[in-house]
T-cell receptor, first 111, second 113 residues
Framework: RKEVEQDPGPFNVPEGATVAFNCTYSNSASQSFFWYRQDCRKEPKLLMSVYSSGNEDGRFTAQLNRASQYISLLIRDSKLSDSATYLCVVNRVDSSYKLIFGSGTRLLVRP | NAGVTQTPKFQVLKTGQSMTLQCAQDMNHEYMSWYRQDPGMGLRLIHYSVGAGITDQGEVPNGYNVSRSTTEDFPLRLLSAAPSQTSVYFC????????????FGAGTRLSVL
């Protein structure tokens, strides 16, 4: 079993739709959680950190469920420019410097 | 505003050749790392460094060497290239100890024939 698992998608949605991605992690001792965005053939970039209380940044909302060991990302009012791969990232328990990246969920937003 | 700079962007090697992937950052970050990204597998950590003179192995270190003589530079050396090392390589740096906020270079696409 992978330490961080994501549905690879693709999620194909129309502009304006709301879409949600989930990610599960296997180590209950993980402490830090993030969503990164990666455009095709580009480098990953931090989208947002995920806090225990949940957090929102504009159209993006991230939630953490420690009991079930998953994090989620909700995108409201999807834009064409949201088309990308979204990477779920969790810290390694043995070192806060080591991150575990999920293989990503691909989102396609169509006109 | 350079951030993290990787060179070269593309490289083709023959099996057995050696080469060095360059990575430099101008943000005075202590932490730097090298990842490889293969289809369907996510980024995997090769080596990392928490400061000049200090390096350590990640998940997939075999076949790679690193050094960190300065804060700015963190080169990755392929000792004897193999087709299994065909991948996209990303260098990243972070100034946020433990927070996972990493800045990535644009990547090096390597093909080993």
């Amino acid at each position: 079993r992978k330490e961080v698992e994501q549905d690879p998608g693709p999620f194909n949605v129309p502009e304006g739709a709301t879409v949600a991605f989930n990610c599960t992690y296997s180590n209950s001792a993980s402490q830090s959680f993030f969503w990164y965005r990666q455009d095709c053939r580009k480098e990953p970039k931090l989208l947002m950190s995920v806090y225990s209380s949940g957090n929102e940044d504009g159209r993006f909302t991230a939630q953490l469920n420690r009991a079930s060991q998953y994090i989620s990302l909700l995108i409201r009012d999807s834009k064409l420019s949201d088309s990308a791969t979204y990477l779920c990232v969790v810290n390694r328990v043995d070192s806060s410097y080591k991150l575990i990246f999920g293989s990503g969920t691909r989102l396609l937003v169509r006109p | 505003n350079a951030g993290v700079t990787q060179t070269p962007k593309f490289q083709v090697l023959k099996t057995g050749q050696s080469m060095t992937l360059q990575c430099a950052q101008d943000m005075n970050h202590e932490y730097m790392s090298w990842y490889r990204q293969d289809p369907g597998m996510g980024l995997r950590l090769i080596h990392y460094s928490v400061g000049a003179g200090i390096t350590d192995q990640g998940e997939v270190p075999n076949g790679y060497n690193v050094s960190r003589s300065t804060t700015e530079d963190f080169p990755l050396r392929l000792l004897s290239a193999a087709p299994s090392q065909t991948s996209v390589y990303f260098c990243a740096s972070s100034g946020d100890r433990g927070l996972g906020i990493q800045y990535f270079g644009a990547g090096t696409r390597l093909s080993v024939l």
